[in-house]
């Protein structure tokens, strides 16, 4: 029996570490016991509670591919500590025939012992559940001490020794300089724009998260107006973990906030963040939605690939990334709505007019048809004769084998490869032989034709047109149209 051995730790402090050793080493003497094999170890330092793990993950894959008859583990507390990641354990290895055995004797399929494989799920998540309560208690214990205990500083500062300290550096001044702006009368979106042009830092960058925007966003220009650890208090306990089976955050109401004073040197008076605050409750409007634009979520820039605005006093559409970081970012891309409407309407009578010579484009199709069929026939006989000679290859090196001219390791090895050859041709085959592009091509010439009429009967273009025939529109800077039809055209077809 090939067996999978599971082993999990919860932290890599040098403890666990021998806990890690001891565990395999108990594997080692079960497995050899029972005159099984080992098929690999799956090593985690991680919580149980989540499925994010790496060699779980690989585990669960293996699994569903049937690599292994069985896993081992210490206890199923090592595989889950939630309720509802057990049961899918248990639901994927029944699928696969798979057997699990825990060597503290809880859990055993082969002798059929599973009757108490809920009681030991329900107790092992709540046993996490008061173990995170634990935890919290003692987060906030530090939060109120003063710690600071958040994952990132908030921009402009630094943690040493679990408190904050002015960075000293442009990110100090970008701070300064956005509650300035903001009290200034200057927008949120503006001042965004205002730091891209001064070449400040985004907070993404200073994280140095891997996924960091190059240009500010007004979102995060808003979360820095409204921190409050700019007036030198700490705050925290904002937003906690729902549970410990849902990572999910959720918001704490502000009155149960965990707000210590003057902890750090403040970088914002205190007097300057209470006008910002009152001046963005009085800003606040809700916006009424956005209209609808004839060539909304159609039309793009073909440079960056951001959408285009419609700009009401322009009476047509700009880059939306020009629009809101600047030159710096992209070209203006404008164009006139009149102008677009005009282009499209002329490129699709120019399509409908050769619906006249329906006959000469059918001819052609069918002409491609039969030179790709040929060139078809030539590429399976090929194939097939490659396939052909790995199989008789495959049978020299085994009567080599018999012989004992090679061994069985080289026999191996030859084979497997000339197995995945085969394999490979086999797919390739079945791919030739599904492709019908020539009918396919057919299809959409006809699909064409049967909207050539409406298209040559309208005068104007309205959003059901646009959205039934048109994918998508990129538009260069200059005004030049690359317009995606969601039909072939037709002249494409016979080439």
């Not at 494989?117 to 107790?123: E, I, K, N, V």
């Not at 001042?191 to 960058?205: F, N, S, V």
């Amino acid at each position: 029996m090939r067996c999978a051995v599971y082993v999990r730790v919860s932290t890599d402090r040098e403890e666990q570490k021998t806990s890690l050793d001891n565990q395999k080493s108990l594997f080692f003497n079960f497995i050899i016991q029972q005159g099984w094999d080992l098929y690999d170890f799956y090593v985690d330092v991680e919580s149980g509670t989540t499925d994010k793990r790496a060699s779980f993950k690989q585990l669960i894959e293996d699994a569903e591919n049937k690599k292994f008859d069985c896993i081992l583990a210490k206890e199923l507390s090592r595989l889950a500590r939630n309720g509802e990641l057990s049961y899918k354990i248990r639901r994927v290895l029944n699928a696969h025939n798979i057997h699990l055995i825990t060597l503290d004797g809880a859990i055993n399929t082969l002798e059929d012992n599973t009757d108490k494989f809920g009681l030991y799920a329900w107790l092992y998540e709540e046993e996490s559940q008061r173990i995170s309560r634990r935890i919290k208690v003692a987060l906030q214990q530090k939060a109120r001490s003063g710690e600071f205990k958040g994952s990132n500083p908030p921009y402009g500062y630094r943690v040493e020794n679990k408190k904050l300290y002015l960075r000293h550096d442009e990110t100090c001044d970008a701070v300064k300089l956005i509650f300035q702006l903001y009290l200034n009368g200057v927008g949120i979106e503006s001042i965004a724009k205002r730091l891209d042009e001064k070449g400040y830092p985004t907070p993404g960058q200073v994280a140095q998260k891997k996924n960091a925007g190059l240009y500010w966003q007004g979102s995060s220009v808003k979360l820095i107006l409204k921190n409050p650890h700019y007036i030198g208090d700490l705050v925290q306990g904002r937003s906690t973990t729902k549970s410990v089976t849902d990572k999910g955050r959720e918001i704490i109401n502000q009155q149960n906030h965990i707000v210590v004073s003057h902890t750090h040197e403040p970088l914002i008076d205190r007097e300057d963040f209470e006008a910002v605050q009152s001046m963005m409750k009085s800003r606040y409007v809700k916006r009424p939605k956005a209209k609808t634009h004839l060539f909304t979520n159609l039309i793009v820039c073909a440079d960056c690939g951001t959408s285009l605005w419609y700009m009401q006093n322009r009476n047509g559409y700009v880059c939306g990334r020009y629009r809101k970081h600047g030159k710096h970012a992209c070209t203006s891309h404008t164009i006139k709505e009149a102008a677009l409407k005009a282009i499209i309407i002329e490129d699709l009578r120019k399509l409908t007019e050769v619906s006249i010579n329906k006959g000469i484009f059918y001819e052609k199709i069918e002409k491609r048809i039969k030179r790709t069929e040929a060139e078809k026939g030539k590429k399976l006989a090929k194939m097939e004769l490659q396939i052909e000679k790995l199989k008789n290859e495959n049978r020299k090196f085994l009567k080599l084998l018999a012989n004992e001219v090679i061994s069985q390791e080289e026999y191996r090895d030859i084979s497997v490869i000339n197995q995945e050859k085969i394999n490979q041709l086999g797919q390739e085959i079945l791919q030739l032989k599904s492709n019908n592009d020539g009918v396919a091509d057919k299809e959409q010439l006809q699909k064409f034709y049967s909207i050539a009429e409406s298209i040559l009967s309208f005068n104007d273009l309205n959003e059901e047109i646009l959205h039934r025939l048109i994918e998508r529109i990129e538009v260069k800077e200059g005004g030049e149209l690359i317009i995606h039809y969601k039909f072939a055209n037709p002249l494409n077809l016979v080439v």
